[in-house]
């Protein structure tokens, strides 16, 4: 009886051991995850602010010609919408310029009213953004025309 009772509280003992030890599992394996998505996250930002860096500054070189600001940074697209003018470089997950049908990033800069504008200061807004709506960076941009 004695001998039984014993094997019995050990079979006990183990099972709640390993029951510590699957809820500690889990535990790391969220910790583990939530940190990843961090990472790939914080990676995306870095990227978003390197080539926003790289959009502001040719379009600073340019004096605020959008055209030549995207040929600097290696090509894109522009279109006309609704009165608003936008320069389009599309990146793909690894953040190499592609074409449009492979793209998952995309960096705009905007400009709002007309192309020729008769100012000191050109002002835009360059936006990096996801393609799938989450926007990345945004900021406002001014140069001085040549």
Same mark, same amino acid.
């Given at each position: 009886?004695? @001998?039984? +009772?014993?094997?019995?509280?050990?079979?006990?003992? @183990?099972?709640?051991?390993?029951?510590?030890?699957?809820?500690?599992?889990?535990?790391?394996?969220?910790?583990?995850?939530?940190?990843?998505?961090?990472?790939?996250?914080?990676?995306?930002?870095?990227?978003?602010?390197?080539?926003?860096? +790289?959009?502001?500054? +040719?379009?600073?070189?340019?004096?605020?010609?959008?055209?030549?600001?995207?040929?600097?940074?290696?090509?894109?697209?522009?279109?006309? +919408?609704?009165?608003?003018?936008?320069?389009?470089?599309?990146?793909?997950? @690894?953040?190499?310029?592609?074409?449009?049908?492979?793209?998952?990033?995309?960096?705009?800069?905007?400009?709002?009213?007309?192309?020729?504008?008769?100012?000191?200061?050109?002002?835009?807004?360059?936006?990096?953004?996801?393609?799938?709506?989450?926007?990345?960076?945004?900021?406002?941009?001014?140069?001085?025309?040549?």
């Amino acid at each position: 009886m004695n @001998q039984r +009772s014993r094997s019995t509280l050990f079979l006990i003992e @183990q099972l709640i051991v390993v029951a510590v030890f699957a809820i500690c599992g889990a535990a790391c394996v969220s910790i583990l995850t939530s940190a990843y998505l961090t990472a790939r996250d914080s990676k995306d930002i870095v990227n978003a602010i390197s080539v926003a860096e +790289s959009g502001a500054e +040719s379009y600073k070189a340019t004096g605020g010609d959008m055209i030549k600001a995207v040929e600097m940074l290696g090509g894109g697209a522009i279109s006309n +919408s609704d009165g608003a003018y936008e320069a389009i470089i599309y990146y793909d997950r @690894q953040w190499h310029i592609c074409a449009i049908d492979e793209a998952f990033y995309a960096f705009r800069i905007i400009r709002n009213g007309p192309e020729n504008r008769p100012t000191s200061l050109i002002t835009d807004k360059i936006l990096v953004e996801k393609l799938t709506g989450e926007t990345l960076i945004t900021f406002n941009v001014a140069a001085n025309p040549p």
